[in-house]
């Protein structure tokens, strides 16, 4: 019981909270503005990662800075999507229902691609770098820079993007294309430029958030998705579009995992993410923070 009331623990859970927070809210961007199901964005996450790695190997460049790297990396790998592969999908007539099911299929393509070259690019042994991992003791509480690092870099962004959307024109757009795309086109917002935005957005959170992990996990080319499966879990607990209930549903997610896996085992840890999303889906299938399904 003494270790469920420490300070490492909650730590713990904060952290693993804000990096869910982090990976989800670039999904819900996608997700809320575009309409697609992307479930090769863990797999965006792992290559943020690698770079990170490889960054810091050759070059010994700081994955805090190489997160950067990683981020535009990826938001060009989701500039060429757009224009190679989504646009048309996209401004295909038909119901929505239509445009999900088939970028569910075209991401599926698309991860298994992406894992299999990074799988040959880079071996399928784990990988792992030591940066930041010096032990600090604040208020009693054992706590290694990185994973400092990584909650402060995580709760620094999602709260900088949460003022984005409710003071910047742009995120206001965004919020108005999430709720309804023909009255936000009929308002004068240029829907094209936007969803290119969020997508770009969201594939460079997802390269961000694996160079952070870089420096607290292992890496490998199949990393990506335990991460993909908790981001739904994240975006389903806080409502499907809303981009503020998921980053608080990250956070409960962290804490909910941390804790029980604390009170069980670590093998225990699929089971309880999957039994919240099973549980949700059931009992409240437009999320705990959710309202009523979005509408375009």
Known sequence: MD????????????????VYALVALGLNLIYGTLRLLNIAHGDLIMLGAYASFWLFTLVGLSPIIGAGVAAIGCAGLGAAAYYALLRRQIEQPGPIE??????LLLFFGL???????????????????????????????????????TLVIAVVICVALTAFLRLNIYGLAIKALIQNRDAAAISGVNVERVRLMSLLAGFGLAGLAGALL???????????FPFTIAAFVVIILGGLGNLTGGMIAGLLLGVLE????????????????????????LYRPQGL????RISR
């Open 214 to 224: 870089s420096m607290t996990e292992q890496i490998s080319p199949f990393m990506g």
């Open 258 to 281: 941390t804790y029980g896996v604390a009170l069980t085992s670590p093998s225990y840890r699929s089971i309880l993410v999957y039994g919240v999303f099973i549980a949700v889906l």
């Open 289 to 292: 923070l959710g309202g009523k």
């Open 98 to 103: 239509k445009l999900e099911a088939n970028s």
């Open 111 to 149: 991860s298994v691609i992406i894992q299999n070259m990074a799988s040959l690019a880079f071996t399928a042994s784990p990988r792992a770098i030591a940066h930041l991992d010096q032990i600090y003791q604040i208020a009693g509480v054992s706590i290694t820079a990185n994973r400092l690092a």
């Open 3 to 18: 270790a469920l009331l420490s300070g490492d623990l909650l730590f713990a859970a904060l952290m693993v909270g804000s």
